[in-house]
């Protein structure tokens, strides 16, 4: 008998192309076994009615540093520059140990589940401290999440033109050392798998052009993909044009990147022919629309990419320069900025959707599995409550209400079948005494911070 039975949706939109009203989902276990309309729903040990509740695939978060949620509204760093930002933070970065990564990573995680995210990637480029990343891995396992965290890596030293202090910035043959050592333990690459690694150094102009190359080769040799921040700033146009003489696209092509497995942050600051080129390579985005705008970096064309046959995903970046982490509220943001780009035409919410799963899916390698509700692809989809102060008065289209109404996050949200967040709290046991370690942290990260002067 099929385990779970999620029936009397509103409207269920697979983002395959069917949007079935009262539609219901089948789950005997981490999978999908059948989606349906009203009339021929199973058997089930556990039957949810979700009236006025509108069911999606899970968003998926294409672009995160989770261990920054530690030093979110930084009020010293708030109106600084992207290159400025990033020095006033090291300090406090520098802290950087397995129990805040573990911390940091749950919270980060259950602030996720809440906004309707079941898989996220996260980019962890600092690590003073070894096994960060096993850390992380275990917050994961905890909270259930389907995680898809990246080796990331910073070599480039001061004296290289680098931004972090020299006591953060790792050894080439290390990072590669340690990369194999995570890919070999934790990468799973069966059909379902709820953890799989990528290898990650923090942009082509923060390690050496070696590392990136070495990095790919490895990458290309044990069969994980790649990821990176790409033209995400003017700066970066100014410093690839001085020490290597090529626009930023340039570079990443000449270290053997401009391929299939590589997804990028950012890749605001492209002309029609480097657009064009990323559409030739299938190079992957992860829009990141709060940060870019937080940031003031710029509006990515995200049309133009779609348009080229770039898979383009969403992401929240990083919790210092958004500071939120909801993917609903992500998704929110690239309907208004895409429309306010490009006009009312530019950018529907169900397109706004599509990028959210579909494209994110595409973004990790995990096109048809993720991000989709099908027989067979992964039982994660969240329920949205379309009920309230917020939804009164919108009846005639679900999906557009999902984004133009709100604020809202999940009512329930399902990774691999099971219940992550449930009537809108998250079921793990230990979200208040996570939240007064994670308080412990970041409090003694300020005063170390403030201490030294
Ligand atoms: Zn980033």
Wanted: hydrophobic fraction near 40%.
């Amino acid at each position: 008998m099929t385990h779970l039975l999620i029936r009397d949706a509103e409207l269920l939109v697979t983002m395959t192309g069917e949007e079935i009203p009262g539609g219901w989902v089948a789950i005997p276990d981490g999978l999908v076994e059948a989606i349906g309309r009203p009339g021929g729903e199973p058997e089930a040990d556990e039957v949810v009615s979700v009236r006025e509740g509108l069911v999606t695939p899970g968003l998926v978060n294409t672009h995160h540093h989770i261990f920054q949620n530690l030093t979110r509204a930084y009020g010293p760093a708030a109106n600084l520059s992207l290159v400025d930002w990033l020095k006033a933070q090291f300090p406090l970065w520098s802290q950087l140990d397995e129990e805040a990564v573990y911390v940091s990573t749950w919270i980060g995680l259950a602030e996720l589940a809440l906004g309707g995210c079941t898989t996220t990637t996260d980019h962890l480029y600092l690590h003073p401290k070894p096994r960060l990343i096993d850390a992380e891995i275990a917050a994961a396992r905890e909270i259930g999440l389907r995680f898809h965290p990246t080796r990331g890596s910073y070599s480039r030293r001061q004296e290289q033109g680098g931004l972090a202090p020299n006591s953060m910035v790792e050894d080439e043959d290390d990072i590669l050392a340690d990369s194999e050592r995570l890919i070999l333990a934790y990468h799973d690459r069966s059909p379902g798998a709820m953890l799989r690694i990528a290898l990650a150094p923090t942009s082509p102009w923060t390690v050496t052009p070696e590392l990136m190359k070495r990095t790919a080769e490895l990458a290309e040799r044990l069969d994980v993909r790649l990821h990176t921040h790409l033209a995400q700033d003017r700066d970066e146009d100014v410093f690839c044009l001085e020490h290597f003489d090529r626009r930023p696209i340039d570079q990443f092509e000449e270290v053997g990147w401009g391929s299939e497995r590589s997804w990028v942050a950012h890749c605001i600051f492209v002309n029609d022919e480097e657009i064009q080129r990323l559409g030739s390579w299938r190079t992957g985005v992860a829009h990141c629309p709060s940060s870019n705008m937080l940031l003031a970096g710029g509006i990515a064309p995200v049309q133009e990419y779609r348009r080229a046959g770039v898979p383009v995903g969403l992401g929240c970046d990083g919790s210092a320069s958004v500071d939120h982490a909801s993917l609903w509220l992500e998704a929110r943001t690239a309907l208004l900025l895409g429309r306010l780009r490009g006009g009312p035409t530019a950018m529907s919410a169900r397109d706004a959707l599509e990028v959210a799963t579909v494209g994110s899916a595409a973004c990790l390698g995990r096109r048809g599995e993720l991000g989709v509700i099908v027989p067979g692809g992964a039982a994660d989809l969240v329920v949205w409550p379309l009920t309230g102060v917020a939804f009164a008065g919108a009846h005639t289209d679900p999906v557009e209400a999902l984004l133009r109404c709100g604020p809202t996050s999940a009512l329930h949200t399902i990774v691999n079948g099971r219940f992550v967040v449930r009537g809108g709290q998250v079921t793990h046991p230990g979200l208040e005494e996570m939240l007064r370690r994670h308080d412990r942290i970041s409090r003694s990260w300020l005063t170390a911070a403030t201490a030294a002067g």
